[in-house]
């Protein structure tokens, strides 16, 4: 079983940046979708973006389309998310996951698909 930390969280103001990143170990990365989900207090897991293992496609949640970006370096067993265009309503904690299937070619959605999590970074957008 892999075990993945995420990192980059942090308190910024509406319409900044900042980017998360994903250090993963115990599992070849090079083999495994990856994705970020989100919760906010008070709501369910919500789904962000995924990536393929090989990078090639990529999936995003309707809330964060055009302004947040996932990427995968494999060779430093890191996934990335770029967060832009930042508001409020983007406050939660942040999980990535792997993938339970290796080598798959369609990203997924559902959060059942994923294990293992990270244990989450705090992202808060102040108004």
């Known amino acids: 079983q892999g075990q993945l930390v995420e990192s980059g969280g942090g308190l910024v103001q509406t319409g900044d940046s900042l980017t998360l990143s994903c250090a993963a170990s115990?599992?070849?990365?090079?083999?495994?979708?990856m994705a970020w989900f989100r919760q906010a207090p008070g709501k369910e897991r919500e789904f962000v973006a995924a990536?393929?293992?090989?990078?090639?496609?990529?999936g995003y949640g309707d809330s964060v389309k055009g302004r947040f970006t996932i990427s995968k370096n494999n060779a430093k067993n890191t996934v990335y998310l770029q967060m832009n265009s930042l508001k409020p309503e983007d406050t939660a904690i942040y999980y990535c996951?792997?993938?339970?299937?290796?080598?798959?070619?369609?990203?997924?959605?559902?959060?059942?698909?994923?294990?293992?999590w990270g244990q989450g970074t705090q992202v808060t957008v102040s108004s």
């Open positions: 996951a792997a993938a339970r299937t290796s080598y798959s070619t369609t990203y997924y959605a559902n959060a059942n698909s994923y294990d293992p």
């Open positions: 990536i393929t293992y090989s990078g090639r496609t990529t």
């Open positions: 115990g599992l070849t990365f090079n083999r495994y979708g």
